[in-house]
C-alpha cells in the first residue's frame, strides 16, 4: 500500500449518482481487485451491481425478503454475501445472480455479515447477539462456532487473517485471537456501530453512537485519537479510512462528509462540511487502491461516487 | 428316529419298533388323523388350515392371512365382502324419511340379548292391555273364543293394545268402565246434579227435580261423572306471576278489569287444590257467567265420601281444574289482586299493641329504689331461683307448674341450695350476718351497685409514686400521640388523686364505649407498671437513650406505598443501580482512559475447523496431543505467546504479512532469536532445525489435518510437510498458506 504522505485532499466532485434503489441504502461495498464495481444493499430488499465508472447499474439480485443490511464480497469477485432482515445469510454466485446458500439460524437480523481472506468462512452478526462463523468449503449448515460474548446486537465484523473483531452495541470491541486463544474485549461505553481497522490491524477505528469516531490502539486498548464534530446519534454510520490512511471520513446524519487529520484529529477544509446528502449517510468506503475515488451511500435511496478533480 | 417322532407315531398307532416303521427314517406326507377321537382335533391339520371357534361353533381369528378383510363379514358384519361402500343414494327427495340410527343398529346378537334381558323386567309392566289384559289372557282369550284371522287383525289395528297400570285394571275387574267416575253409582238425581255444577250452572233443587220425570231414570243407579284431572299447568316461562304472553301493559297493571276477566279461564293453574273443598258462597259471589267451570264431582252437597282418585281418559285431561277466581278483587289501595290468588279476609299477623302505663306526674326514676328492693329480698330470690330457676326467664307456665297441675309427682333430681341443707338455725345466723354487713356497707358508703347491669367507668389505681415515676419513665404510645396524651393523663390522675382536673380530663372519647375505656384504662396501669422507671441504683448503671426509636408505625389492612415513598425509593435503586453499573471498567471508559482499565482479556477456544480454516495452529489442543506432540504443548504455547506478543506485533507491522508462532525456546541457551535475522545469513541458526528435523508421528499429522467432516480437503491430506523455516513468511491471499504455517516444527530438547 502507499505510504502515508500526510492528508491529502479528499475527493469531494461527484462523479456520479447510482440511484435505483427505492429506498435508504444501507450498504454500499467496492469489489474486489480492481473493484471498478460497487454493490449496494436498500430497504427494498435488493442487492445492486453497479459499474462506478460508468454509474450504470449492472444486475439487481433480488432474494431477500426484508431489508438487506450488509454486504460483503469474496475475494476472488466470484461470490458475494448479503444479509438483512430476513435472519439468514445469503451466498450469492454474482455471475448467475443466484444465491448459493441461505444460511439459517440466527434468531434475529443480521446486521454484518464478512468473509475472511479466502472466503473459506464467513461471519455474520445479528441482533441476537451471537456472531456465527459459518463454513463455506463444508456443507453442512451449522455454524462452526457461535461467539456469544456480546451482550447486546453485534453490528460490525471484521476478520483478519487470524483475528475476527466484533462491535457491539453493549460497547464493546471484541478481537478474538485464534493464535493466542484470547479474546480481548476493549470497553467503549457507547453503542458500537463500525469498527475499522488500519491494514497494519494495529490500531481500529471505532464509530459510536455518541457521535464519536475513536483511534484505538489495538496492542494495549490505549485510545490515540478522538474525532468529533460530527452527529451520528441513532443511526449506523460507517467511517472509513481514506487511502493511505492519513484521514478518516464519515458521514453523519445530516448528509455531510466530515475529514478529519489521522495524526491531530483536526477537521479537513472545508468545515463545515457541505450538505451532499439528503437524509443521514449510512455508509462511506474509500476505494481500496484508488486514492481519489470513494463511495457514500445514503438514506436518500442514492449512492455518489466521489472523486478528485482532474 | 426322534423321540418325538416315535411318540407321535406310537400315538397314531404304529409300532416304532416294527420293520415297517423302521423302514424310512424320513415320514412323507401328513399322518391320516386317528380313527378314535382325540383330543386335539386339529393335531394333523397344518397351522394354516387350522380355525379358532368359539363356543358357539363361529369361527373367530380371522387372520391377516386367512381372513383379511371377510374378518368384519364372520364376526360384525353382514355380508362376505366386508364393508362394502354403500352406494350413495340421493336423499334430496326424501328427507323426511331419514331414519336416525338407534343403538340396537350397531349392536350384535350378544348384545341385543343383553338388552333384552334387562328389558324383560319393563316390558312386563309396561305392555299392559287394559283391554285384553296380559299377552297370556290374550292367549287365553284366543284360545277360548277362537276368533278369526281377520276379526283378530281388525281388532288388533282398531284397538291396539292399551297401556295401562294395573290399578285401572282392578278397577275395571270391580265394574268400572272407561269414562265413567269412581265410586258407589248414584241416582239421576245426583248425577244432575253433578252435571249442572260440571258446567257451572245454578240449578235449583226444584230444576232438578222437574227433569227427573222420567220414571223409568229413576228405577236405575247410574255411575257417576268422570272427575276432571286436575292439571297443574307447568310454568315454564319467566314471566311474572298472572302474566300471560301478548298482554299490554294497561293489562298486566290491571287497570282494566274487563280485561283481566279473561286471563281466568287461562290462568288455570292456581286456585284450590284437588283436596280444597269449595264453598258454594264463594263460587255465587264470585262466579261469572262467562267463566266456565267444571265442576267436580266431589262438590256435590249430598256426598260425604272422600273419594277423590280421579281416574280419566286422555280427552278428558287438559280441560283444566277447578279454579276459583277473583276477578273484581282489589288491594286496599286499589291494585288489582292477582289472578289465581285470593285476598285474604284476616290481615296476615297482627302485632298486639298495648298502651304505655301512665306515669304518674312528678316521678323521678331512682334505680337505688329498686336496687334496694333487691336487696332487700335476696334472700327469698335466692331461694326462689334454686328451686326454678327458668321461671324467671320464661314468662308463662313452666314445666314444674304444669306437673303440679296434673299432679305429677315433681322430678327427684330437682336441684337444691345450699340453703336448704341447713338447719333453721344456721340459716337465720347466716341471714343475720348478711344484714349486719349490708347495714355496715350502707352506713359507710353510697349504696352501691352490686351487680351493675351497665358497664361502669372503672379507673384501676396505681400509686402515685409509680404513677410519677411512670410519668418520668419510658413512654410507649410516642407512635400514637392521642394515646399517649390519654396515657399521661391517666398518670397524672393517678399521681395527684387530690387533683380533679386531671380525672374529670379522663373520659370516655365520643366513639368509645365504656367497655372499650375501661379495658384502655387496664392497659394504662399494666403499662404504668412495666414502664416505671428502674429504681435510683439500677438506673445509674444505664444511660437513657437520647434518640427515642420511633418502630414502624403498623397501619391495618393492605399495605398500600404511598407516592411519596415510591418514588424515593426508586430514586433510591437508580442511585445504586447506577453505582452498581459504573464499575471501574466504566468509569474508566466514562474518563475517557482506556486502556488496561477498560481491556479484559480472557482465554477463549476457537473450534478446531476455524483455526483450520484460518490456518492458524490451535492454540489450546487436545491434551493427548501435546504428550509427544513437538511444542504444541497448551502451557508452553501460550507461555510462549505470551511472552512474544510485542514480537507478533512487530512481525505483523508489515502489511498483510503473517507467521507462525515461532518456538523460542527452540535454540539451546541461545536466549531470544534476532527476529530481524531470521532467514537471513547473519543468522547462524539457520537451517539447523532443518537438519535435525525428526518427522513427527503420523498422529500429530492426523490431529491436526484430518477433519471429520472434511470432504473438500484433498490438498491438505496428510503428507510428509517439507522441513519448515522457524518462521514461514507468506505472501498475503496465498491459500496455500495454511499447509506450511500449521506445521510444527521440532524443537531440540
Known sequence: ????????????TLHTTLANHKGPVNVARYSKGNATYVLTGGQDRSVRLWNANLGTEIKAFTAHGYEVLSISVSHDNAKFASSGGDRSVF???????????????????IHVVEFNEDASVLASGSFDTTVRLWDLRAQSRSPIQALEEA???????????????????????????????????????????????????????????????????????????????????????RGCFEHGEASVVC??????????????????????????????????????????????????????VWRQPK | MTSRLKRKLADIGIDPSSAKANENFCLIGTPLPPLEKSKDTGEFVPLWKQEVRDEKGRRRLHGAFTGGFSAGYFNTVGSKEGWAPSTFVSSRNDRAKQKASRPEDFMDEEDLQELKDSRTIVDTTEEMDLTGG???????????????????????????????????????????????????????????????????????????????????????????????????????????????????????????????????????????????????????????????????????????????????????????????STPSATFRDGTMVLDGFVLSDKPVAEDRWFPLPEIPQGWAPDPRRVWGQTQNDKENLKTDTAVVPHEKWKSGMSADERGTILGETPLPSAPKSVFDYMSQKDRERLKNITANLASGK????????????????????????????????????????????????????????????????????????????????????????????????????????????????????????????????????EKKREEDKLSPKEHAAKMGMYGPMTREVKPWQPARLLCKRFGVKDPNPMPEMSEDGPPSGSANASQADD??????????????????????????????RDLANIGLGEDDTQGRDTLTYERPPVDVFKAIFASDDEDSDEEEAPEPPEPPEPTTVVAPGSSSASKTQAVPSKSEF
Open chain 2, 134 to 324: 296380559t299377552k297370556a289372557e290374550l292367549q287365553r282369550q284366543g284360545d277360548t273364543e277362537d276368533k278369526d284371522t281377520l276379526t283378530s287383525a281388525l281388532e288388533a289395528a282398531m284397538l291396539p293394545p292399551a297401556k295401562d297400570s294395573a290399578g285401572a285394571r282392578i278397577l275395571k275387574k270391580m265394574g268400572w268402565r272407561i269414562g265413567q267416575g269412581i265410586g258407589p253409582r248414584v241416582t239421576i238425581r245426583q248425577r244432575r246434579l253433578q252435571d249442572a255444577q260440571a258446567t257451572g250452572q245454578n240449578i235449583s233443587a226444584d230444576a232438578l227435580d222437574l227433569g227427573i220425570d222420567d220414571e223409568e231414570a229413576q228405577k236405575h243407579t247410574y255411575a257417576p261423572r268422570d272427575t276432571a284431572v286436575l292439571l297443574v299447568e307447568r310454568k315454564d316461562n319467566f314471566h311474572g306471576l298472572g302474566y300471560r304472553p301478548g298482554m299490554s301493559l294497561n293489562e298486566s297493571l290491571g287497570v282494566k278489569g274487563s280485561n283481566a276477566s279473561t286471563g281466568l279461564n287461562i290462568s288455570a293453574g292456581f286456585g284450590l287444590g284437588a283436596l280444597n273443598d269449595a264453598d258454594e258462597d264463594d263460587l255465587e259471589v264470585y262466579d261469572t257467567s262467562s267463566s266456565i267451570r267444571n265442576r267436580t264431582a266431589y262438590d256435590i252437597a249430598d256426598r260425604d265420601d272422600n273419594d277423590r282418585i280421579a281416574i280419566g281418559s286422555k280427552s278428558n285431561r287438559g280441560t283444566g281444574g277447578s279454579i276459583r
Open chain 2, 643 to 672: 511472552t512474544n506478543t510485542d514480537v507478533y506485533g512487530q512481525a505483523s507491522e508489515a502489511p498483510g504479512v503473517f507467521e507462525a508462532p515461532a518456538p523460542t525456546t527452540s535454540s539451546s541457551g541461545a536466549g531470544k
Open chain 1, 1 to 12: 500500500m502507499a505510504p502515508s504522505r500526510g492528508p491529502q485532499r479528499l475527493a469531494r
Open chain 1, 91 to 109: 451466498v450469492w454466485d454474482v455471475t448467475t445472480g443466484m444465491t448459493t446458500r441461505r444460511l439459517a439460524g440466527h434468531m434475529g437480523k
Open chain 1, 251 to 304: 458521514g453523519d446524519e445530516d448528509g455531510k462528509v466530515w475529514a478529519w487529520d489521522l495524526v491531530d484529529a483536526g477537521l479537513l477544509q472545508p468545515n463545515p462540511p457541505p450538505k451532499v446528502h439528503e437524509k443521514v449517510i449510512t455508509w462511506t468506503e474509500h476505494h481500496p487502491s484508488d486514492p481519489n475515488e470513494m463511495i457514500t451511500a445514503s438514506a436518500d435511496g442514492t449512492c455518489k
Open chain 2, 442 to 573: 350502707a352506713g359507710a358508703t353510697t349504696p352501691t351497685p352490686p351487680t351493675p347491669s351497665a358497664p361502669s367507668i372503672q379507673i384501676p389505681r396505681t400509686d402515685p409514686h409509680i404513677a410519677s415515676a411512670a410519668l418520668r419513665g419510658f413512654q410507649p404510645f410516642t407512635n400514637d400521640p392521642v394515646k399517649q396524651g390519654r396515657y399521661t393523663a391517666y398518670l397524672q390522675s393517678q399521681a395527684e388523686p387530690d387533683n380533679t382536673s386531671y380525672s374529670t380530663s379522663l373520659k370516655p372519647l365520643p366513639n368509645q364505649s365504656t367497655i372499650d375505656f375501661n379495658k384502655e384504662m387496664v392497659e394504662y396501669f399494666q403499662s404504668a407498671q412495666i414502664f416505671k422507671p428502674m429504681s435510683v441504683a439500677m438506673a445509674g448503671r444505664f444511660t437513657t437513650a437520647a434518640v427515642v426509636e420511633h418502630g414502624p408505625q403498623m397501619h391495618a389492612g393492605l399495605h398500600t406505598p404511598k407516592e411519596e415513598e415510591q418514588e424515593a425509593k426508586r430514586q433510591e435503586e
Open chain 1, 151 to 237: 451482550r447486546d446486537a453485534v453490528h460490525t465484523i471484521h476478520i483478519g487473517s487470524t483475528t475476527i473483531m466484533t462491535g457491539s452495541v453493549d460497547g464493546h470491541v471484541r478481537i478474538y485471537d485464534l493464535r493466542k486463544g484470547e479474546l480481548r474485549s476493549d470497553y467503549i461505553g457507547h453503542p458500537i456501530t463500525a469498527i475499522v481497522p488500519t491494514q497494519d490491524l494495529q490500531t481500529v477505528l471505532v464509530t459510536t453512537l455518541d457521535s464519536h469516531i475513536r483511534l484505538i490502539d489495538l496492542t494495549s486498548g490505549k485510545l490515540l485519537n478522538d474525532f468529533t464534530g460530527h452527529k451520528n446519534t441513532s443511526y449506523r454510520i
